[in-house]
């Protein structure tokens, strides 16, 4: 079948929920994925912010095909050994005693939201609203989408849930000032992602912690873009003093196997109890084999410390580029999640990149999201900073 065949079948088949680039990807292999016509392309997307150990990792690979022979899916009526091996390596590098496993980042939030109630119905009666901030991300659930503080998501959804209550993000006063004899918690992202890269002060993430202490509220860091390793530490909070009570993961865990989860303190987990929340497939045998191998990978083989060298070496390039390029306003980030905010809208660029074999996204109309695999290399580097100014100077 030809591209053009296929893209009249997904207009015909899938609903438009996407507007999609017009080609097909059908392989990966580290960062590089080809598209129908056979064309490379270095992928900077990776999935958005998910293969962080980059297309077809022998480890993962092997990982699934062994589960898949040996046992794909049981239900959780039943104790799954890689689902508690799983469980156990989060557990045991991070502040957290105890996971749930669901499929998708607005599932974990979704879980989160429940047992922030949950424990509030049992320990502060009376409290059920969340704070979360303005341009935030969080799923489209109903729920999460409404927590998601971005009226372009709400349209055409009312009635949306009651409880969730929106702040400017990077605005403490503003946070102190919203709690209310209903609030329960905060659900804050240490970074920004979908709105496009924003990085709080900081001190911030502290001072979100401070607040909750004082008024008695439940903290809760959305890391489903920044954990498992994208911002150079298993954990984005890890890098400030700020221990949040509940963390949700999803995208990079499994390495694309689709896999959620929520990590909570047992004083808080203690208030999810047998028939409170559940998934089918959630912690699914297959699921939690390949995040177990992904998430030893990058644990074992230096992988942390490889998104820490070469997003230093990327944010320098591209500060160099900045110099170059009045079009380009600002370039921020950690580790391998960087934003280039640009003077103009992005879609251009991204298409022009797109022609010339180097896969990027646009954030929120005019930022540059690279959020690559983390096996990236300074040559990788070299190679999509130069498309880049390539195709920042043919405009
Ligand atoms: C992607 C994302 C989500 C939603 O994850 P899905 O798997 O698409 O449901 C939630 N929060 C943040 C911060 C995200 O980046």
Not at 142 to 149: D, F, G, I
Not at 171 to 182: G, I, S
Not at 257 to 271: K, N, S, V, Y
Request: proline share 5%.
């Amino acid at each position: 079948m030809t591209t053009q065949e296929w893209i009249e079948l997904s207009d015909r088949y899938i609903m438009a929920t996407y507007k999609r680039f017009p080609i097909v990807l059908t392989r990966g292999l580290g960062v590089h994925v080809w598209d129908s016509d056979g064309r490379c392309y270095l992928d900077l997307v990776g999935g958005i912010a998910v293969c962080a150990l980059g297309h077809a990792h022998p480890r993962v690979v092997a990982a699934i095909k062994e589960q898949a022979e040996t046992l794909f899916h049981v239900s959780n009526l039943y104790h799954i050994a890689p689902q508690i091996l799983l469980a156990r390596l989060l557990v045991e590098n991070s502040p957290f005693d105890k996971a749930f496993f669901c499929n998708s980042g607005a599932e974990a939030n979704e879980a989160a939201i429940k047992l922030a109630r949950k424990y509030a119905s049992e320990h502060m009666p009376g409290r059920y609203e969340l704070i979360t901030m303005q341009d935030s991300f969080h799923g489209r659930t109903l729920a999460t989408v409404t927590a998601t503080a971005q009226e372009k998501f709400h349209v055409g959804y009312a009635p949306l849930p009651e409880g969730f209550r929106h702040v400017p993000y990077n605005d403490l006063p503003a946070l102190e000032a919203a709690v209310t004899e209903k609030t329960c918690g905060v659900l804050v992202e240490p970074i920004q992602g979908e709105s496009g890269v924003i990085v709080p002060d900081s001190g911030y993430l502290q001072g979100v912690r401070r607040i909750c202490d004082a008024k008695g509220l439940l903290m809760i860091a959305d890391e489903i873009q920044t954990g498992i390793g994208r911002t150079g530490t298993l954990f984005a909070c890890e890098q400030t003093e700020a221990v949040p009570d509940m963390i949700t993961l999803a995208k990079a865990l499994g390495n694309g196997f689709p896999i959620g989860a929520l990590l909570a303190t047992d004083r808080i987990a203690a208030a999810f109890v047998p028939g409170s929340h559940g998934s089918t497939f959630g912690g699914n045998p297959l699921a939690c084999a390949a995040a177990l191998a992904a998430l030893e990978t990058i644990l074992d083989e230096g992988i942390l410390e490889n998104c820490r060298k070469v997003g230093e070496y990327f944010l320098s390039k591209l500060g160099a580029l900045k110099e170059k390029h009045s079009r380009i306003r600002e370039v921020r980030g950690r580790g391998l999640m960087i934003g280039v905010e640009l003077t103009v809208p992005g879609a251009e660029l991204v298409l022009k990149c797109l022609q010339k074999g180097l896969l990027i996204n646009c954030a929120n109309g005019n930022v540059l999201r690279f959020v690559p695999p983390l096996i990236l290399t300074r040559q990788d580097v070299d190679r999509a900073v130069g498309i880049l100014d390539e195709a920042l100077e043919e405009k």
